[in-house]
């Protein structure tokens, strides 16, 4: 399977796995399963969050660290702006309320993955590659110096 193809299985699939069991959550009614379904959800984000992650090393080696800080910034916004929006939708604590907020956040979910199913790559970029055929690495450039 070519890297692309494999960068989408494993970051879509478990986008779009986390999301259903998000929504699910919202609808069920029995505590134990609702539990299960969130536990769930969270260990498909760590699936999604490794291969996301690796997927900056295929991109541009070079700027991996500049890259997974700049995505980690935006992926870091959610945990800022939840639960503002959270406090907004549920204001006396109903069933319906919280239905809504992990419809929303199921939501998110798949809007993630089908930005990455039409935009995502598991290719060296151009812009990666131009930048890498002029420079040499630090450490060379020292020691010739």
């Avoid at 699936?47 to 090393?57: C, D, G, P």
């Amino acid at each position: 399977m070519p890297g692309t193809a494999a960068r989408k299985l494993l970051v879509c699939g478990p986008l779009c796995t986390g999301a259903t069991l998000l929504v699910l959550a919202g609808h069920l009614r029995n505590t134990t399963a609702i539990l299960c379904c969130l536990t769930a959800a969270i260990c498909m984000d760590a699936v999604n969050w490794s291969m996301a992650t690796l997927n900056h090393l295929d991109l541009a080696p070079q700027y991996a660290g500049l890259l997974t800080g700049l995505s980690q910034t935006v992926y870091g916004l959610g945990g800022v702006v939840s639960p503002t929006v959270t406090g907004l939708i549920v204001r006396s604590g109903t069933a319906e309320e919280w239905r809504l907020v992990f419809t929303v956040a199921g939501g998110v979910a798949f809007l993630g993955a089908a930005v990455y199913l039409l935009l995502g790559s598991g290719r060296r970029q151009p812009w990666a590659r131009a930048a890498s055929q002029g420079c040499q690495p630090a450490a060379t450039s020292l020691v010739q110096s």
